[in-house]
Structures are given as structure tokens and as C-alpha cells.
T-cell receptor, first 110, second 113 residues
């Protein structure tokens, strides 16, 4: 499985943007970049995914480097409810499995 | 819409007892996944089904663990006999096809004393 590297934890102030980085230097051409997050005492939930172009949805934005070896999940205006563990995962269409790493624990300061 | 439903939400049992965890996937989803989460090992994929058929059980830790999916709306994960090291949160997830987004249930917190 292609691996991703994320910081163990990050802090941000409420109502400010948050940029969560992910390195995936061994990404292959058919790997999609997926992000899930896990709120406290809940199961993970899908956030966003992309292949080459930047992506936006109601939850977040995904900025993908031109060489695709890194990406950044952007929360435009963090709230206390965004405090969670964020997982960056590589998948291609042949992958049945989603393998979760340790993710980044995001703390939001009021 | 109801999401993935798991029961019980909490289970406390003594070592050696049989434990059965239950999962009802989202209606219409044909793929189902069982995960286990601990502080030490994170989220581990145990087994998954597609169209009620087990596809890969390589993540099941021991023969004490077994899982079934008798129909499209129900799956069980059984541990017999249970041991303290089985204490974890067990999540069930479902998706529309194996390539679909995973929708996770709220989990079952299992404590084996």
C-alpha cells in the first residue's frame, strides 16, 4: 500500500483557517487522495477526495501539489466541532480496502 | 435516513465469555466492513463482505473471531472465548460497492475483564 505521512497533532484557533498537510511521495498515477475524519466517540466519516485537481465541497477543500506528492486539507473557518483526527489515505480503483494510518489530531482553541 | 446501526453500544463481559456484536448496514449498501480500534494499534480492518460473501478475513486476529452476514441487512462479529486484549471499539461500516465511500456506525465499546 502507498503510504502517507501526517503530523501527529496540530492546533488552530477557532474561526481561523486550518491547513492539514499530508505527504505521499510514493503515490502512483492511479491513486486517489481521500480524507476521512473521526470526531470524538464516533466512527470515521468521509470528508473529500481528489486525483489531480483541487477540490471543494461543503466540508473542506483539498489542494493537491502539482507533482501529487503532497496534499493539504483546508478547513476555511474552523469551529470547535472540527476537533477530530483527520486521516489522509491513498486509494486506487482496485483497492477494496481502506487502511487508516494514525492521522492528525486537530485541536481547536476557543 | 438511518445510518449504520450497531448494537450493543457498550458491552462489558468477563474473560472466557462469548461476545456477539451486531451491525445493520445502510439500506442498499452491498459492502460491509468490520474494523477494530485501540489506542495501540489504531483502526484495523478485520474482515469485509461484498454481496453477503466474505472477501477478505486476513485481518481477523485469531480463530476466536468469526463474522457472518446471513443477509444484506445484518452482520455479526463473534468472539469466543473473549480475552482482555480484545477490549476495543469495534466499528461496522458499509458502502455502495467496494469502491464506495465508507459510512461508519457509532461503534461498540467492548470491555473484557
Amino acid at each position: 500500500d502507498a503510504k502517507t505521512t501526517q503530523p501527529n497533532s496540530m492546533e488552530s484557533n477557532e474561526e481561523e483557517p486550518v491547513h492539514l498537510p499530508c505527504n505521499h511521495s510514493t503515490i502512483s498515477g492511479t491513486d486517489y487522495i481521500h480524507w476521512y475524519r473521526q470526531l470524538p466517540s464516533q466512527g470515521p466519516e468521509y470528508v473529500i477526495h481528489g486525483l489531480t485537481s483541487n477540490v471543494n465541497n461543503r466540508m473542506a477543500s483539498l489542494a493537491i501539489a502539482e507533482d501529487r506528492k503532497s496534499s493539504t486539507l483546508i478547513l476555511h473557518r474552523a469551529t470547535l466541532r472540527d476537533a477530530a483526527v483527520y486521516y489522509c489515505i491513498l486509494r486506487n480503483n482496485r483497492d477494496d480496502k481502506i487502511i487508516f494510518g494514525k492521522g492528525t489530531r486537530l485541536h481547536i482553541l476557543p | 435516513d438511518a445510518g449504520v446501526i450497531q448494537s450493543p453500544r457498550h458491552e462489558v463481559t468477563e474473560m472466557g465469555q462469548e461476545v456477539t456484536l451486531r451491525c445493520k448496514p445502510i439500506s442498499g449498501h452491498n459492502s460491509l466492513f468490520w474494523y477494530r480500534q485501540t489506542m495501540m494499534r489504531g483502526l484495523e480492518l478485520l474482515i469485509y463482505f461484498n454481496n453477503n460473501v466474505p472477501i477478505d478475513d486476513s485481518g481477523m486476529p485469531e480463530d476466536r473471531f468469526s463474522a457472518k452476514m446471513p443477509n444484506a441487512s445484518f452482520s455479526t462479529l463473534k468472539i469466543q472465548p473473549s480475552e482482555p486484549r480484545d477490549s476495543a471499539v469495534y466499528f461496522c461500516a458499509s458502502s455502495l460497492g467496494l469502491a464506495g465511500y465508507r459510512y461508519f456506525g457509532p461503534g461498540t465499546r467492548l470491555t473484557v475483564t
